[in-house]
């Protein structure tokens, strides 16, 4: 069964610093692996998505890799600013179940001003 | 493009109630997946419909169903609901297998 980790679960930065939000998987049998961010009772938004055969994405000031073979990918987010303050999903989608995601629990980020 | 549209964005119920949510995909999906989200159990998977036939499904008792219309938008509906069901319900829709998946705003349901 596939599971999904992500350290650390809380972060506190001030601002202008660069993070790195940690993700490892159990089962590197995956299509593909996206990181999403959540505010407080909203939806999912997609930050980047890497696929299964990729390395890496970037998207502005943040930078996603993947190492399909250990389980693991690290979101890197250059020059934080507190509109980044968030919680940060790392979700992966197993080649065994289809369509059925697998969520990480998160890593909430406070960006101080 | 819109994106994948959720209604209604809120609800309150009372025990023992149904409930349906609407789901709106992305023009050109075909997937459509719904997700319960609680502060205790995080996102669980509900059931996943592509081309109006449920694919795959989830751990949640009979009384959460769904559906799938020829235009790809989808219904989940709630009978006989519980406390325990309070949760944001969230949908999202996928292009393909290895596509990533677009998520909507959901929906939260509260049950008093």
């Known amino acids: 069964k596939q599971e999904v980790t992500q350290i650390p679960a809380a972060l506190s930065v001030p601002e202008g610093e660069n993070l790195v939000l940690n993700c490892s998987f159990t089962d590197s049998a995956i299509y593909n692996l996206q990181w999403f961010r959540q505010d407080p009772g909203k939806g999912l938004t997609s930050l980047l998505l890497i696929q299964s055969s990729q390395r890496e994405q970037t998207s502005g000031r943040l930078n996603a890799s993947l190492d399909k073979s250990s389980g693991r990918s690290t979101l890197y987010i250059a020059a934080s600013q507190p509109g980044d303050s968030a919680t940060y999903l790392c979700?992966?989608?197993?080649?065994?179940?289809?369509?059925?995601?697998?969520f990480g629990e998160g890593t909430q980020l406070t960006v101080n001003p | 493009k819109a994106g994948v549209t959720q209604t209604p964005r809120y609800l309150i119920k009372t025990r023992g109630q149904q409930v349906t949510l609407s789901c709106s995909p992305i023009s050109g999906h075909r997937s459509v997946s719904w997700y319960q989200q609680t502060p205790g159990q995080g996102l669980q998977f509900l059931f996943e419909y592509f081309s109006e036939t449920q694919r795959n499904k989830g751990n949640f008792p009979g009384r959460f169903s769904g559906r799938q219309f020829s235009n790809s938008r989808s219904e989940m509906n709630v009978s006989t609901l519980e406390l325990g069901d309070s949760a944001l319900y969230l949908c999202?829709?996928?292009?393909?297998?290895?596509?990533?998946?677009?998520f909507g705003s959901g929906t939260r349901l509260t049950v008093v």
């Open positions: 999202a829709s996928s292009s393909g297998q290895l596509e990533g998946y677009t």
């Open positions: 979700v992966v989608r197993p080649e065994t179940s289809g369509s059925r995601l697998t």
